[in-house]
């Protein structure tokens, strides 16, 4: 692999545009690029000869088997491989794919969690061919297979994935943006679409360590354990010893990823010891969804062959920094044109004005659907911990483009004679840390050139949520925009003044100072911005009366759809909650306590031989240690009780209420779980390291 030039091998696992011309014939190609390029489904008269080339040139790549790989609500990928092989009568095995098969599945995926949408007496769900995204071919121990990229709905239609949204987003999007590019007089653009670069954070830690660790084991994350003298400067010893394993494999993932035609460029250097990035080139938000997941399928595989776990944790490592997804998103025409690119003249480029309005306004009235987007219980430990954005919604958009925005809105008060004042909030907090270098780093959603960055998404989210509520929102702005253009006599003229109402009315949302300051806090309150601090609060945004109008309207979720979700999202959380606990208890009671125990008696040991040394000795310190060692264990025994009695609480409730478990696991596990963790770290920093039960952060993150 190495010796050869990955253009050569680039994309060669992806039945692409470039091998379907090939081995397709001329109309039957034809017909499927009009289709795919339409965003239409799949006429089932050329079905048969697409499924047959496509097994015939998967076969020839070694595939046996072929699977309709879907993205259940759990957020990662799911797939039922079946083998190409069917019997004929006389005892011979031939390979055969038909359209049928290509088109529609029937997974059995009747445990994957609905949230009430498949009734058990039509417990069946099909998998539908989203060709827009290509099949590829996947390669493991197991074999080769080829993957097509499907939705999965239940046969009343319901989307019980995340993938049939965010498709009816783009559609909605799409329609949208047509609707209002049409009335700047923009006849040749046939669709639009959103573009997404999604930048992955990752840690890697040697897998043996990570397998003595209960925690990382089972939740991804560590639940215990103390911070070294040297945090988040990088350990340049440690890296040396591991930059070459570190290297190869991302390396190989690289090339792994080559193959499956992902555009991947790596990135080494992340704020903490152990953590990278892995950064994309953009693509359309289906592609760049359904490749974000391989890209965290195939970090963790790779991994595995270096000897690393890849913790894709939002917090795997309490006071180290977290890991997020950026979130980079655009607005692209099919004549390649960036409508968010500001161009030469920005104050002139209407397009450009007009979009980054309606995300303006979309980000302003639907920040709690955008937070709740980005919210699991993983993310709660990163958002607002000064590394990561704060759970509060706002905008950067640096000088210039403020500046203008500002002016937009000035002028057409001073035109329209209007004297009330210009109620942006960057005109009342002029330089709130404005001279703060890093500022932008620290906004949740920034105009980074010509797209903007989300960077409130968890690392190990699927993008598919956050990206359906981006496009849904913007859809919903360019709407209500393109209705008032509707009334237009003379666009040109009129638009200004309605670009500037939307800048009075949204433009609190923008903030270029650092959001990491308690003053912003303060003064996003002022503004009337909400602040969001958990996940429980967040979800509640999927079931607001806006949200299901909103959603309702553009097609992109029903009613039933959202509720769904919701209590899909709570029951997640309890049950991420519930196995940390859990998790815990374990550690705490059959490995902390116990050897905390031998400690305090190997401690009554010496005191007792010191004392009877054959010269009086001075023993204060030793009992010193002994008794506070001894309080350490009472305070550990405390809140082991403490936390399994919240715990028995939980087993005792319905978890038909969901709301109100999830209530309790914010309320109450939660914290018993901070107060253990709070008294064995403690006792890590007085107990002999020889004696801990489990590798150390110091271990973890720096090496032995
Ligand atoms: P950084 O954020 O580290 O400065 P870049 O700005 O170069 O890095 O790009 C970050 C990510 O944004 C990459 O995945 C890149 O492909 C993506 N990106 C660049 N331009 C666009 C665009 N117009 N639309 C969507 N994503 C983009
Ligand atoms: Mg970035």
Same mark, same amino acid.
């Given at each position: ?272 010891? /152990? ?328 401690? /009554? ?100």
């Amino acid at each position: 692999m190495s010796h050869q030039n990955f253009t050569e091998y680039f994309g060669c696992n992806v039945f692409n545009d470039a091998v379907m011309e090939e081995r397709l014939p001329k109309d039957v190609y034809k017909r499927l690029r009009k289709t795919i390029d339409e965003g239409k489904v799949l006429d089932e008269a050329i079905a048969d000869v697409v499924a047959n080339a496509m097994m015939q040139w998967a076969m020839e790549r070694g595939a046996t088997h072929y699977t309709h790989w879907f993205q259940p609500l759990t957020g990662i990928t799911a797939e039922k491989h079946d083998s190409f092989i069917v019997n004929k009568p006389n005892h011979k095995a031939i390979c055969e794919f038909s359209g049928k098969a290509l088109i529609k599945g029937e997974p059995d995926a009747s445990s994957f969690p609905s949230g009430g949408l498949r009734a058990t007496f039509e417990a069946r769900g099909y998998t539908a061919w989203d060709c827009t995204s290509p099949a590829f071919l996947k390669e493991d121990k197991s074999g080769v297979t080829l993957c097509i990229p499907t939705a999965f709905c239940a046969y009343t239609g319901v989307a019980l994935d995340k993938k049939t949204p965010l498709l009816r987003s783009v559609e909605a999007l799409n329609t949208q943006a047509l609707r209002v590019l049409r009335h700047l007089g923009n006849k040749s653009a046939k669709r639009v679409e959103a573009s997404v670069g999604a930048e992955q954070e990752y840690f890697l830690v040697d897998r043996e360590l990570c397998a003595k660790r209960l925690d990382l084991t089972f939740t991804g994350r560590t639940l215990f354990g103390a911070m070294p003298p040297k945090g988040q400067e990088m350990d340049d010893h440690y890296f040396g010893t591991l930059k070459e394993r570190v290297a190869q494999f991302m390396k190989e993932v690289d090339e792994e990823l080559w193959k499956l035609g992902v555009y991947a460029k790596t990135k080494h250097n992340e704020a903490a010891p /152990a953590q990278h990035e892995l950064a994309p080139i953009y693509d359309n938000v289906n592609l760049a969804t359904d490749h974000n997941q391989l890209v965290m399928e195939t970090m963790r595989r790779v991994a595995k062959r270096h000897n690393f776990s890849c913790l894709l944790h939002e917090k795997p490592f309490r006071g180290v920094n977290g890991s997020g997804k950026h979130n980079n998103w655009s607005v692209t025409t099919d004549k390649g044109e960036n409508l968010l690119s500001p161009g030469k003249n920005p104050q002139e480029n209407l397009s450009f004005l007009v979009f980054c309005c309606a995300v303006i306004q979309a980000v302003d009235e639907h920040a709690a659907l955008l937070r709740a987007s980005a919210a699991n219980a993983g993310n709660d430990h990163r958002l607002g911990g000064n590394e990561a954005p704060p759970a509060i919604i706002s905008m950067y958009f640096g000088d210039p483009i403020t500046n203008l925005l500002k002016n937009i809105a000035k002028d057409s008060e001073q035109e329209a004679g209007v004297q009330e004042r210009l109620d942006m909030g960057v005109a009342t907090l002029p330089d709130l840390l404005l001279d703060d270098a890093d500022r932008n780093r620290t906004s949740p959603f920034a105009f980074t050139g010509n797209k903007f960055e989300f960077r409130m998404v968890g690392s190990s989210a699927s993008i598919a949520g956050p990206n359906t509520v981006l496009n849904s929102i913007v859809a919903d702005s360019l709407s209500k925009i393109a209705d008032r253009m509707d009334n237009m006599k003379d666009v040109k003229k009129e638009l200004p003044s309605l670009l500037a109402e939307i800048i009075r009315e949204h433009g609190r949302v923008i903030f270029n100072g650092n959001s990491y300051s308690k003053e912003w806090e303060e003064e996003a309150e002022r503004r009337g911005l909400p602040n969001v601090k958990n996940s429980v609060d967040a979800y509640a945004a999927y079931i607001s009366p806006e949200a299901i109008e909103m959603f309702g309207r553009l097609g992109v979720y029903s009613e039933q759809e959202l509720k769904a979700r919701y209590d899909i999202k709570l029951e997640k959380y309890v049950k991420v909650i519930n196995i940390e606990a859990k998790s815990m208890l374990q550690m705490a009671k059959r490995e902390i306590l116990p050897a905390v125990i031998s400690y305090a008696a190997s401690l /009554a040991d010496s005191a007792t031989k010191l004392s009877n040394a054959p010269v009086e000795l001075p023993i204060s310190e030793t009992k010193a240690l002994l008794l506070h060692v001894s309080e350490g264990v009472q305070e550990l025994s405390k809140s082991i009780d403490a936390l399994t009695a919240a715990e028995d609480t939980l087993s005792t409730m319905s978890r038909e209420n969901v709301e109100a478990c999830a209530k309790f696991c914010r309320d109450s596990i939660c914290p018993a779980m901070d107060t253990l963790r709070k008294a064995a770290d403690a006792l890590e920093e007085v107990v002999d390291k020889k004696v801990w039960p489990m590798p150390t952060y110091e271990v973890l993150l720096f090496g032995e």
